[in-house]
Nanobody
Framework: QVQLVESGGGLVQAGGSLRLSCAASRRTLGSNTMAWFRQAPGKEREFVAAISGISSSISYANSVKGRFTIARDNAENTVYLQMNSLKPEDTAVYYC???????????????WGQGTQVTVSS
């Protein structure tokens, strides 16, 4: 069983930055695609970014392109999401997920973390 644990969420003012981390319990996740999704109250879970196993393929949602950066450290079995120029509309619970390929549908990911809250104040 793979376990994913997110950290790094918090409260930040608009224009600020946060870095989320997702630690995986198994080294074999190095071959899997890792992704970040987010879910705001009353809204569906939406894709944020994804990175393939050897970082050869990266995808971002249009809403975060140019502001967020996804990266992974396979030696540490960790994936990161650097979030800059944060906006109030980025407020959500952010989830880490692991799957087989870079995809924007949450149904393509079989493992999920518990989520970390990000709140951006105006």
């Amino acid at each position: 069983q793979v376990q994913l644990v997110e950290s790094g969420g918090g409260l930040v003012q608009a224009g600020g930055s946060l870095r989320l981390s997702c630690a995986a319990s198994r080294r074999t996740l190095g071959s899997n695609t890792m992704a970040w999704f987010r879910q705001a109250p009353g809204k569906e879970r939406e894709f944020v970014a994804a990175i393939s196993g050897i970082s050869s393929s990266i995808s971002y949602a249009n809403s975060v392109k140019g502001r967020f950066t996804i990266a992974r450290d396979n030696a540490e079995n960790t994936v990161y999401l650097q979030m800059n120029s944060l906006k109030p509309e980025d407020t959500a619970v952010y989830y880490c997920a692991a799957g087989r390929s870079v995809a924007q549908s949450p149904t393509e990911y079989g493992y999920w973390g518990q989520g970390t809250q990000v709140t951006v104040s105006s």
